[in-house]
């Protein structure tokens, strides 16, 4: 589990460039544009071939996954 | 008869809201009795030129039947989950390709012969097809039983001109029991919604025709004449166009059904990004979620552009191209889909690269002049719309 969130971190600051999110997972990454729509479908694809679980573009609304303990939160309950 | 125009519509969608109200009230389910109404109403739409009603009917009971299939061999391709993907995608390819054919076959057909076959609604129902069979690719719509699936696409409120519904909103709509509060609610609603819009389409666009042609001939023509026109038809369009969505809306909610809002302040907007947040939303999300969102997800992962930046300009293009396309492949479409394609790919651009305008945008002077540009580029985009810019061009 630790593991899986170290690594959607990491995910997330590679793809905004953005710091920050390392240490503040609740925050809301489109509110404070650290990521736009095309950087959520690069996150997508990086998840994909991190951890072969594949969302939908249409599955999950915007609030599903807008902060980093979300995200972290909808790959684990897939995996 | 016409849905929304002609008046015989309005006067049966009385008794139908009536009998509708009466059920939501006794908190009986409407799911069945907006399925039978639709129908009615889609034999009285097409009953005066029967080719038309024989072809919505065969279009429905092909639709039903291609979802038949693509959730059998979604169940079929789950079993044997080690296929390579191409092999398991293709069917699905295939069954959109069905399904878009009578769209595209007579969007080009209208070009040789104008009687080309086709019925009123067709580019609206194909969408919600389409959503459709790509949902049950992902894996998303598993359950939606044949007759949700034909009371979703005959949905008679949002039939002929949208708003573009989603299918899992429907169903759960239909699904979930109303109580009578519950009900209640979504009439007031529904009825605000039918008033307003009305208002919009008979007073709105009546003085926007009005001032489109009385307006050019005392100014008379020249350039004053043209934008007074340009911006007459642009009210014009908006107030027709929301009024309509307003109304299937309205209706909508009369039946018990949330039907998704397709304007919400579009001259309001600060940049072309935000404009299409506000203008057509049902088709601009759709477009976002199954083209643009496809394509940027396909592009990524096959490495097709060095930057995200190149990927979603090509992506807006691409998006925007096909929405002029589908209006109709007339030079003026056309035009109008490449146009908001560069803008939105050079406003998406600008906000990435330019300093400036990150230094700035939040200022009120900043905004205010963003807002005239967008407001100048928006009507420039109805002109060309509407046929007042390429068509005299070329004579």
């Known amino acids: 589990m630790a593991d899986i969130a170290e690594q959607i971190v990491d995910l997330v600051v590679e793809i905004s460039g953005e710091d920050e999110v390392a240490d503040e997972r609740d925050i809301d990454l489109f509110e404070e544009e650290i990521l736009d729509s095309m950087a959520a479908i690069e996150l997508l694809v990086a998840i994909k071939d991190e951890f072969g679980v594949s969302i939908a573009p249409t599955e999950l609304d915007r609030s599903e996954m807008n902060t980093v303990n979300k995200i972290i939160a909808r790959v684990s309950e897939r995996l | 008869m016409d849905f929304y125009v002609e008046p015989a519509f309005f006067v049966l969608c009385a008794p139908i809201a009536i009998i509708a109200c009466v059920m939501g009230v006794l908190e009986r389910p409407l799911k069945r009795y907006s399925l039978v109404v639709s129908v009615v109403m889609l034999f009285l739409l097409f009953f005066r030129t029967p080719g038309t009603l024989i072809y919505a009917a065969v279009y429905l009971a092909v639709s039903v039947a291609l979802y038949g299939v693509a959730l059998w061999s979604r169940e079929d ?61 992902d894996g998303l719509i598993t359950d939606m039983t044949y007759l949700e699936y034909l009371g979703f696409l005959s949905f008679f409120p949002t039939f002929t001109s ?47 025709q009005w001032f489109m042609w009385f307006v050019p001939v005392v100014v008379g023509g020249g350039v004053l004449g043209w934008l007074v026109t340009v911006f007459g038809y642009g009210m014009d369009l908006f107030f027709d166009f929301a009024g ?39 088709l601009s999300t759709w477009l976002r979620d199954f083209v643009f969102m496809r394509f ?21 293009m691409l998006n925007m191209v096909l929405m002029g396309a589908w209006h109709g492949i007339t030079p003026d479409y056309l035009v109008y889909g490449l146009y908001h394609g560069l803008l939105l790919a050079g406003c998406h651009a600008m906000q990435k690269k330019w300093k400036f305008y990150k230094a700035h945008r939040r200022d009120r002077w900043f905004m205010v002049a963003s807002w005239a540009v967008t407001m100048v580029a928006v009507f420039f985009g109805f002109a060309l719309f509407g046929g007042y810019v390429v068509t005299p061009l070329l004579g």
């Open chain 2, 162 to 208: 949208g708003p573009i519904m989603r299918s899992r909103a429907y169903v759960q709509d239909v699904r979930t029991p109303l109580s009578r509060d519950g009900y209640l609610d979504r009439l007031y609603r529904g009825l605000g919604w039918f008033v307003l819009g009305a208002l919009y389409k008979f007073v709105g666009a009546a003085l926007a």
């Open chain 2, 244 to 282: 309509y969505s307003d109304m299937a809306m309205g209706l909508g909610l009369v039946l018990g059904v949330e039907v998704p809002r397709n304007f919400r302040a579009p001259f309001v907007a600060t940049d072309i990004k935000e404009f299409w947040d506000r203008w057509h939303i049902s």
């Open chain 2, 77 to 137: 391709s789950s079993r044997s989950e080690d296929a390579p993907h191409g092999m398991r995608s293709l069917p699905y390819g295939v069954l959109v390709g069905v399904q878009l054919l009578p769209l595209v076959a007579y969007k080009v057909g209208v070009l040789v012969r104008p009687d080309f076959p086709g019925f009123l609604g067709i580019s609206y129902i194909t969408f919600k097809a389409v959503q459709v069979l790509l949902e049950v690719h």
């Open chain 2, 296 to 316: 940027s997800q396909f592009a990524i992962s096959h490495k097709l552009f060095k930057s995200r930046l190149t990927c979603a300009c090509v992506g807006f």
